[in-house]
């Protein structure tokens, strides 16, 4: 099973998508975008793509000029019957790959949020078998309205679109089901400045929001990961 997984910026783990990729034996091939590593010119060479999150937005071509070509690469893969994965700006990417408008600086969201299936959702086999409302981390600003043809598969009051499904195996999440507990611990040790700028304050509390529901999200996020894998 060979993977290839995009990075957008450093400090990003694969988390729970890694455990269920090293569970399969997968042969990983992980590119460095942000820092010039190129791009597969198809999808002729891997079974399934990742594209992880990243501090830029979709639409940031004149400082990521690599992105339109992210986006062509994810679209190449779904055209092939492939498994794509996209996380937060990877949702959002293929979103534009596939028609969809990236929405710019939305209603924020950090933290452990509570995430609901849609009617498809609970039939999806990548969410079939979660709760119906699930703990979920979330750290993102923008968004992106469904491409035609996508099926809405959770949601919540903050976010409309928190996942879709394209084709057999495309799927795209606004939330970060790979941030395992020990994942977002790294994130508020590299990136404080980050996280007081999205929720202030947050990181004083930490201890209170690294609890049940956190431990609720690993679940529910390696979950998530081995169906997808699965669909690979």
């Not at 690469?73 to 492939?82: C, N, P, Q, V």
């Not at 609890?211 to 990961?225: Q, V």
Request: proline share 6%; with cysteine; aromatic share 8%.
């Amino acid at each position: 099973m060979r993977v290839a997984i995009i990075e957008n910026m450093a400090g990003t783990p694969h988390g729970q998508l890694g455990v269920a990729l090293e569970e399969a034996g997968s042969d990983l091939r992980v590119i460095r975008a942000y820092a010039g590593e190129p791009l597969p010119t198809g999808a002729g060479e891997h079974d399934a793509l990742i594209v992880l999150g990243g501090e830029q937005n979709a639409l940031d071509d004149a400082l990521y000029p690599y992105l339109p070509d992210l986006a062509l690469l994810m679209k190449a893969f779904g055209d092939a019957d492939k498994a794509v994965m996209g996380v937060c700006l990877g949702s959002q990417l293929l979103a534009r790959a596939y028609g969809g408008e990236n929405i710019l600086s939305g209603p924020p969201e950090f933290g452990w949020e509570d995430v609901s299936l849609t009617e498809d959702g609970v039939s999806d086999p990548l969410l079939a078998g979660l709760d119906e409302i699930f703990p979920i981390f979330q750290w993102h600003r923008d968004t992106f309205t469904l491409p035609p043809g996508a099926i809405r598969l959770a949601t919540n009051e903050a976010t409309r679109n928190q996942a879709f499904r394209l084709g057999r195996a495309v799927y795209g999440t606004q939330f970060h089901f790979e941030a395992s507990t020990a994942v977002v611990d790294s994130w508020c040790e590299a990136f404080p400045a980050s996280v007081e700028k999205m929720a202030p304050g947050w990181l004083e509390k930490y201890s209170d929001h690294r609890g049940r529901r956190a431990d609720m999200a690993d679940a529910a996020g390696l979950e998530i990961a081995r169906a997808w894998v699965r669909l690979i």
